[in-house]
């Protein structure tokens, strides 16, 4: 079955400093992979999605994500932060019912001014 | 643009009763989902459905009940609701098999005491 680790319930980084969100995959296919943002009292958006095209992926907000099949990572990235990025993200992976996600626990990303 | 709709937004029950959260989306998705979120574990999917008419269980099902009558409502039911079942509640929809993307409601926060 198809599952996603996340490292780290909390991350904080100060304001234009380096982000980085750990994911880690198990499955016995060849993965599609996702990030999700949720903000305060809001449901989840669509970050990014990796569906086995380029191992880089670009997605909203200034956001990237590498796939490594060797690491079996899928690490969601941003080189500056910004106040505005405080929210919880959750990694997820292709799997469940109807295709459904499988989503991690999710990280909480604070940001320090 | 509604996108997928939840009522209410907050509601408190009292052990044994029983209310229906309500899900509609105005996108014509096929594929509509229903999620529970607790603290520290991410999203845990409760039902699916690819279709009007057909549903099916996720992963963590009990004491919970569907219906899908037609594409745009995906309503559920908890029957005897117990203090397990306080969480927040998300209702999602795809446009594609394999889970492209999904669109969220924004959530119900129920609490059983």
């Known amino acids: 079955a198809q599952s996603v680790t996340q490292l780290g319930s909390h991350v904080s980084v100060s304001e234009g400093a380096l982000v980085l969100l750990r994911c880690n995959y198990s499955?016995?296919?060849?993965?599609?992979l996702f990030w999700y943002v949720q903000y305060p009292n809001q449901g989840l958006q669509l970050l990014l999605k990796?569906?086995?095209?380029?191992?880089l992926v670009k997605g909203i907000n200034g956001f990237e994500a590498e796939f490594k099949k060797s690491e079996t990572s899928f690490h969601l990235t941003k080189p500056s932060a910004h106040m505005s990025d405080a929210a919880e993200y959750f990694c997820?992976?292709?799997?469940?019912?109807?295709?459904?996600?499988?989503f991690g626990k999710g990280t909480h990303l604070i940001i320090q001014p | 643009n509604a996108g997928v709709t939840q009522t209410p937004k907050f509601r408190i029950l009292k052990i044994g009763q029983s209310m229906t959260l309500q899900c509609t989306q105005d996108?014509?998705?096929?594929?509509m989902y229903w999620y529970r979120q607790d603290p520290g574990m991410g999203l845990k999917l409760i039902y699916y459905?690819?279709?009007?008419?057909?549903?099916d269980k996720g992963e963590v099902p009990n004491g919970y009940n569907v219906s899908r009558s037609t594409t745009e409502d995906f309503p559920l039911r908890l029957e005897l609701a117990a203090p397990s079942q306080t969480s927040v509640y998300f209702c999602?929809?795809?446009?594609?098999?394999?889970?492209?993307?999904?669109?969220f409601g924004s959530g119900t926060q129920l609490s059983v005491l």
């Open positions: 999602a929809s795809s446009y594609e098999q394999g889970a492209g993307k999904l669109f």
């Open positions: 499955s016995s296919v060849p993965p599609y």
């Open positions: 990796y569906t086995s095209a380029a191992t």
């Open positions: 997820a992976v292709k799997g469940g019912g109807a295709d459904g996600l499988t």
């Open positions: 996108m014509n998705h096929n594929y």
């Open positions: 459905s690819v279709g009007a008419g057909i549903t």
